[in-house]
């Protein structure tokens, strides 16, 4: 038997199986190469039972696919997950915040803050406390709570873009504003 006659004999069985096994065309096609490139490097002629050995090694090579797409998409899956929990640890206002100032820059600004503002931006963000741990804390609503962060914030944003215009024109005047 030639190799074409051993391919044409057992194509369609091989790809049928590794269509099967991997449930998608194109890596089916593949590992079917794949299988005919790995039969025909080896000393075929001598194998008793064709058939039974080319599937042996087509089922091999599909569980190493398989093996090596679960591996990947663990990978995929943890990154993903990894991202989003930074996605959902800083928003984008808080991100500005932190990569614009410095830390004692940061805490000068806090500082000035109202106390109430400064109290749910602590617990927010220093204690790492939710919204509803905050509320419980201080004894206030959920939406106060949100609304006083919010707040918070957008004063420290718009002293933070006052700074920038500062600096822009080269003066460095932290404290006018």
């Known amino acids: 038997m030639t190799e074409h006659e051993l391919f044409h004999t057992y194509n ?3 790809y049928r199986t590794c269509l099967y096994m991997l449930k998608n065309s194109q ?7 794949d299988v005919f490139v790995t039969v025909f490097r080896q000393d075929w ?3 008793t039972n064709l058939k039974a050995w080319i599937m042996r090694i087509t089922m091999n090579h599909c569980l190493n696919v398989i093996r090596k797409n679960k591996t990947k998409h663990e990978k995929q899956g943890q990154l993903q997950w990894l991202h989003d929990q930074e996605s959902r640890a800083v928003s984008p206002v808080d991100s500005i915040v932190v990569n614009k100032l410095s830390y004692d820059e940061l805490e000068r600004q806090l500082l000035q803050l109202p ?3 400064l109290s749910v931006v602590t ?3 220093i204690g790492d406390l939710s919204i509803k741990e905050i509320a419980e804390t201080l004894r206030i609503p959920q939406n106060t709570v949100r609304s006083r962060l919010y707040k918070a914030l957008k004063l420290i944003r718009k002293k ?6 500062y600096i822009m024109r080269g003066e460095n ?3 006018i504003y």
């Open 45 to 47: 002629s001598s194998v």
């Open 160 to 165: 933070l873009e006052r700074q920038e215009k």
């Open 27 to 33: 890596d089916a096609e593949d590992v079917c190469h």
């Open 173 to 175: 005047h932290f404290g």
């Open 115 to 117: 106390e109430k503002l």
């Open 123 to 125: 617990l927010r963000y």
């Open 12 to 14: 369609k069985d091989v």
